[in-house]
Structure formats: C-alpha cells, structure tokens
T-cell receptor, first 112, second 111 residues
Framework: EAGVAQSPRYKIIEKRQSVAFWCNPI?????LYWYQQILGQGPKLLIQ????????DSQLPKDRFSAERLKGVDSTLKIQPAKLEDSAVYLC??????????FGSGTRLTVV | ELKVEQNPLFLSMQEGKNYTIYCNYS?????LYWYRQDPGKSLESLFV?????AVKQEGRLMASLDTKARLSTLHITAAVHDLSATYFC???????????FGAGTRLTVKP
C-alpha cells in the first residue's frame, strides 16, 4: 500500500512569512495526526483529526497555527506568521483505528 | 497530563554488548510503541505492545511491557553498528487514541 505522503520535503522562509504543509494519509485511514519535532526532541502532537473532525488540538498554538481536513482525506497545516522557534520537522501520521501509526517523511521547516 | 520518560537519553555501546533502554509513563495505558529514527529520516515502527506482559522480538531487539509498573523496556542483544539510531517510545492516550512520545534515546554503537 502507498504510504503517507507529505510535501514539500523542505521549506525555508523568513520570520513573519506564512507557510503551508500538505499531507495525504494512507487510503482508508480515518485518523490523521500532525506532529512537530524540534531537533533533538521527541515528536509533539499538534492536532488529531478523526475523519474531518478535530479530536484533539490542545497543543496547537492557535494564534498562528491552523489545520484542516475538509473532506476527511488529505490535510493542510498552516503557520502564519512564522517565528524562529517554529523551525522543526512537521510529521504527518495516519492510523486505521488508533492502533498502528504510519508516519510520512516529514517537512523540514527552517525559519530565518 | 501524561508524561513519558526515557532513559538513558544518550547511550554509547561497544559492538557485541547488551543494554536496555527504559521507558516510564505516568498514566494508565495499554498500548506502547517503539520507533526508530535515523538522522534526517522519519519514524520507523519497531514494536507495538498491546497488553500487560507483552514481549516482542525482532532480530537483536526485544521489547516488553509491564502496564502495572507503567514501564517498557527495549533490550539490545549483541549490538552491531547498524543499530545506531535514535529510539523513541510512545504511549497511547487511552481516551482519544493519540500518542505521546518520550524524548528519545540516541544510541551509538562503536566497533
């Protein structure tokens, strides 16, 4: 089966600019997650979707981050405006029923 | 709030030696995951442990889960250089099926 697709792989932006990441989960996986992984740390959950509804966004900095999954399939994560501390790898993962998660290759964001 | 603690955070081993990585967590969960991450790469699933007493083995790695002690271990037998990577444990939050990760153990196996 095809894996979790993410794009772009790399992005460099200046602070205060906006950026968007895209994720296409494994076909049929109802649950989709966005994680932020800062260099040297474990991934931190930003938001979890079940189909097109948000299950958990308690750790999403909502003043600058937003995410949507309009048709219950692919998802976008946006940062506006970006700060230097947003430099990280943004990982998307999907799961069929919350058991067994498959991660995408990630998007490495550098904010300068 | 769920806390997941791994130790050690850094581990340098000689080839052929054995060692154990520990993962403690602070709340009830019966699902625990171990992942491997190579530099610049995404997370590769190693083990999914779904019940108390679960033990799984793959090659030189063996993982176990004790839900009563809220502890999982990842045991490395006769380490080889190819095992050099960062290993993460992650605990499933029972209520809403999301995972919380430990900080990771950066393993270096030296010849």
């Amino acid at each position: 089966e095809a894996g979790v697709a993410q794009s772009p792989r790399y992005k460099i932006i200046e602070k205060r600019q906006s950026v968007a990441f895209w994720c296409n989960p494994i076909s049929g996986h109802a649950t989709l997650y966005w994680y932020q992984q800062i260099l040297g740390q474990g991934p931190k959950l930003l938001i979890q979707f079940q189909n097109n509804g948000v299950v958990d966004d308690s750790q999403l900095p909502k003043d600058r981050f937003s995410a949507e999954r309009l048709k219950g399939v692919d998802s976008t994560l946006k940062i506006q405006p970006a700060k230097l501390e947003d430099s990280a790898v943004y990982l998307c993962a999907s799961s069929l029923r919350g058991v067994g998660y498959t991660f995408g290759s990630g998007t490495r964001l550098t904010v300068v | 709030e769920l806390k997941v603690e791994q130790n050690p955070l850094f581990l340098s081993m000689q080839e052929g030696k054995n060692y154990t990585i520990y993962c403690n967590y602070s709340t009830t969960s019966d699902r625990l995951y171990w992942y491997r991450q190579d530099p610049g790469k995404s997370l590769e699933s190693l083990f999914v442990l779904l019940s108390n007493g679960a033990v799984k083995q793959e090659g030189r790695l063996m993982a176990s889960l004790d839900t009563k002690a809220r502890l999982s271990t990842l045991h490395i037998t006769a380490a080889v250089h190819d095992l050099s990577a960062t290993y993460f444990c992650a605990v499933d939050m029972r209520d809403n099926n999301d995972m919380r990760f430990g900080a990771g153990t950066r393993l270096t196996v030296k010849p």
